[in-house]
């Protein structure tokens, strides 16, 4: 799917173990990212959770700077994650790497948040907007999990920036978030449709050894 910002085509919950499945939308939200296991256990993390414990969650939550990973993965930092991912799943490191290659894919490599704006960075260049909580989509995948996007739309800045951002991070109420992946685009509905491309964002000052090593532990 494309995304519109100043013509960057990308697609963006997180983490160690990301493993896309089909899904299915609720009638009442729509909303996730892709599913991932992490063992047996049914956790929040996981997928798992109740409508009533799904909060509101402010902006503040992501802010900081923020580094895409999709470098780290050209660039053969990944590859220890990779090999574990395939010593404990059901693909090999190569196709693990294809399948993350798509997912992770972006030319956004920077995010900075902070006091209700958003800035993105494609080749060093500057791109910001503010803006305000749009609520929150839920998503029904085919193994039965879900997950939970918050949606943010543009109060206002310039006028490439995406008219809305869609945050995924396997936390279903406030709480600081240390990765994410995050979509953007001008049409809300459309992109809560992207399950195949979610670009994934860790703290700008970790290395990426140590992006990898976190990614393992979960």
């Given at each position: 799917m494309r995304k519109s910002f100043a013509g960057i085509s990308c697609a963006f919950l997180l983490g160690g173990a990301l493993l896309a499945a089909p899904a299915v939308a609720e009638k009442k939200d729509k909303n996730a990212?892709?599913?991932?296991?992490?063992g047996d256990e049914k956790t929040v993390y996981k997928g798992y959770f109740e409508d009533d414990q799904i909060k509101p969650r402010p902006l503040a939550d992501w802010k900081g700077d923020w580094q895409s990973i999709y470098p780290?993965?050209?660039d053969g930092t990944l590859d220890e994650w990779l090999a574990h991912k395939a010593a404990h799943g059901d693909k090999s490191a190569e196709e693990y790497r294809a399948y993350y290659t798509t997912g992770f894919k972006t030319d956004v490599?920077?995010?900075?948040?902070?006091?209700g704006?958003?800035?993105?960075?494609?080749?060093?260049?500057?791109?910001?907007?503010?803006?305000?909580?749009?609520?929150?989509?839920?998503?029904?995948?085919?193994?039965?999990?879900?997950g939970v996007r918050f949606i943010f739309k543009k109060a206002g800045g310039d006028d490439a920036a995406p008219l809305f951002i869609q945050f995924s991070d396997h936390k279903i109420a406030p709480e600081e978030a240390d990765h994410y992946h995050?979509?953007?685009?001008d049409d809300r509905a459309k992109i809560l449709e992207e399950l195949t491309n979610w670009p994934t964002y860790w703290p700008a000052g970790?290395?990426?050894?140590?992006?990898?090593?976190?990614?393992?532990?979960h």
């Open positions: 990212a892709h599913s991932h296991s992490h780290h993965l050209q490599d920077r995010i900075v948040i902070d006091e704006s958003v800035t993105f960075y494609r080749d060093g260049k500057p791109l910001a907007a503010s803006y305000e909580s749009d609520g929150y989509e839920i998503l029904t995948y085919k193994k039965g999990n879900r995050l979509y953007w685009g970790m290395s990426g050894d140590a992006i990898a090593h976190s990614m393992m532990a």
